[in-house]
């Protein structure tokens, strides 16, 4: 159960049954939770292993679990709900469910009292709590929530981004946004797409600072926008060349080649089809101005140099 990656101290056994491949095993463990677990045929310790919650699996299908009983599974929301009080997310829970699990991760919906709702997502291999997803923001874990009013909570925090974005000197009235993968528990990184405009941007929320990038200088920073589509980002560096005397180029395409720890560069090609040119803005600086100007012949050294079609040297 280990090697498979789940943390069960195991309180009960059954044998379920060998195909021509892989034998079957349930284990109820303490504290409510249950393991189907698939071994090689004939079991052999070095050989492959996967565990999956018994709340994969429907009461009375070819395989299921018999140790122990939904309800009782489920039993495991009620110690995370302690968990992310501890942590600062409280939940009188009126329902509760499974949701799905990854290889590092089980995910549990809750529904409150209060209306609110959250996706609970626990650590597969210790079983300890890791946070609340507020359904606002958790359309990414198999859908997101079902047992709580999803549109509405979604509504309410557009608000909020708008306000926040707002305060990160980013004017924008948030019609959809997305959330984006951290590591980091206390750093909420979310796309914003804004209402009646062509702008969007990556925001970066902690909870005493906020930074929007716009799209260009996100694609920079590690981040990319999928609401946003890129030519909306053209008359920014149209713009941009200005400040280095080249109003002649009017931007018609752009990619970005290459960056350092301090420094991303942007490839741009002029719509006269004439040769274009690579701008450096600074990384970690939400509304960063250009501050390097180099030919395509200079920047041949910077991530292989200019490929856009007019940029590529004449034959």
Request: aromatic share 8%; hydrophobic share 35%.
């Amino acid at each position: 159960v280990k090697k498979g990656g789940a943390n069960c101290e195991i309180e009960n056994s059954r044998a379920i049954g060998t195909g021509a491949k892989n034998s079957y095993f349930e284990v109820a463990c303490k504290g409510g939770s249950g393991y189907i677990v698939q071994t090689t045929a004939p079991m052999n310790i070095g050989g492959e292993v996967a565990v999956n919650s018994c709340l994969l699996y429907e009461d009375g299908g070819n395989v299921s679990c018999k140790l122990t009983n939904r309800q009782t599974q489920l039993q495991v929301v009620d110690t995370l709900n302690t968990a992310a009080a501890a942590a600062g997310t409280t939940c009188a829970i009126k329902d509760k469910r499974y949701v799905l699990s990854t290889k590092a991760d089980n995910y549990f919906e809750v529904a409150c009292d209060d209306g609110k709702g959250y996706i609970y997502q626990q650590t597969s291999a210790t079983g300890a709590f890791a946070r609340a997803i507020p359904c606002a923001q958790a359309g990414f874990v198999g859908g997101g929530c079902t047992m709580t009013d999803a549109v509405a909570a979604q509504t309410e925090q557009a608000g909020f981004y708008s306000k926040l974005a707002g305060k990160a000197g980013f004017t924008c009235d948030v019609e959809k946004y997305g959330m984006l993968p951290t590591n980091d528990p206390k750093k909420e990184i979310v796309e914003l797409k804004c209402k009646g405009s062509d702008v969007g941007g990556i925001a970066v929320f902690t909870a005493t600072d906020g930074k929007v990038y716009d799209c260009l200088t996100a694609e920079m920073n590690g981040y990319r926008c999928s609401f946003t589509k890129k030519d909306t980002q053209y008359a920014r560096l149209t713009k941009d060349l200005v400040g280095f005397n080249k109003a002649s180029c009017q931007v018609s395409d752009a990619r970005i080649i290459g960056s350092t720890d301090t420094e991303g560069f942007v490839e741009v090609a002029c719509s006269d089809g004439l040769p274009g040119w690579v701008l450096g803005y600074p990384i970690g600086v939400a509304k960063p101005a250009a501050k390097e100007f180099l030919s395509c012949a200079q920047a041949k050294g910077i991530g292989g140099g200019c490929k856009l079609p007019t940029n590529k040297p004449k034959a």
